[in-house]
């Protein structure tokens, strides 16, 4: 896209000016004027990632039929099976795409049928921001199916744009709001980043905790030989695992492991 640069200047004074305002509105919109004058996009979202926590909503361009699915339905669970969130709470940093970061099986996975399928998108890329303590947020551009992936040269560009918009959401958000309390123990707090501080969220269920360990990467959509990778075990291991917990769980596929998985999100919201 041809951008004269008096446009430029002007669109970057606006965003500069909207990081000091107190509606995260003014910037989100600011933010995607100028975006929008280098590469096309469909939606914009902003989620905050505080470990297992509901993600807090900083900003969105959403309809309130796709603020449905895209945000209300996103936050009742799935964000925990979403390769943005994993990669937030590894604390991430930069610009990345969906497929660099998603499992193996993410797009033949139950939750990628069951709810991510519902958003009609064909691709989702994102800036990944740091904050401090073990919170995040992302800043994520997404085009619909209509629409089309990021061209090579857009994903190039806006790689390239990435310290800019990481830089601005940094001065519009230091942190995430302190009305989102993390949901946590005190004693759960302390847990390794990278365990996600997940483990609680399958404590009903009378499973060892590398089954746990499996039902949460079989859920994300790595495939046996993935879980055997990250768990440093060997396939046969994990299909082990997989028929044990099918057994004590009484279910017979991914379908029944999603339907539980959905079973323990809605009992926790009510």
């Known amino acids: ?81 979403d390769p943005f969130h994993h990669a937030a709470v590894e604390r991430k940093e930069g610009f990345w795409r969906m497929r660099e970061l998603a499992p193996d099986r993410f797009y033949a996975s139950e939750y990628y049928r069951s709810y991510y399928s519902q958003t009609k998108l064909a691709e989702e890329v994102g800036f990944f921001v740091p904050l401090p303590g073990k919170d995040a947020l992302v800043v994520s551009l997404m085009r619909l199916h209509a629409s089309g992936p990021f061209g090579t040269a ?53 499973l060892t905790p590398r089954e746990k360990h499996v039902v949460d990467l079989v859920l994300q959509g790595h495939s046996t030989e993935s879980i055997a990778r990250a768990m440093r075990i060997v396939p046969g291991t994990v299909k082990v695992h997989r028929r044990n917990i099918y057994r004590k769980l009484k279910i017979k596929s991914q379908a029944g492991l999603f339907a539980r998985f959905v079973e323990i999100m809605d009992a926790r919201i009510r």
């Not at 430029?8 to 910037?27: D, H, P």
């Not at 990632?49 to 309809?63: C, H, I, K, Q």
């Not at 993390?182 to 390794?192: F, G, L, M, S, W």
């Open 1 to 81: 896209m041809n951008v004269s640069r008096s446009d430029e200047y002007n669109q970057l004074a606006a965003l500069i000016a909207a990081t000091r305002e107190t509606s995260g509105e003014l910037f989100g919109k600011a933010m995607v004027t100028w975006l929008r004058q280098h590469v096309s996009f469909d939606h914009c979202v902003v989620f905050g990632y505080r470990g297992a926590s509901r993600p807090p909503l900083l900003f969105e361009t959403f309809s309130p039929a796709e603020s449905h699915v895209f945000v209300a339905l996103y936050q009742e669970g799935p964000y925990l099976l």
């Open 154 to 206: 857009d994903a190039r560009l806006l790689r390239d744009m990435a310290p800019a918009v990481i830089g601005f959401a940094r001065l519009r958000w230091p942190a995430l709001p302190a009305d989102e309390p993390a949901e946590t123990k005190q004693d759960e707090a302390i847990a390794p980043v990278n365990e996600f501080e997940r483990a609680h969220i399958w404590k009903s269920l009378s």
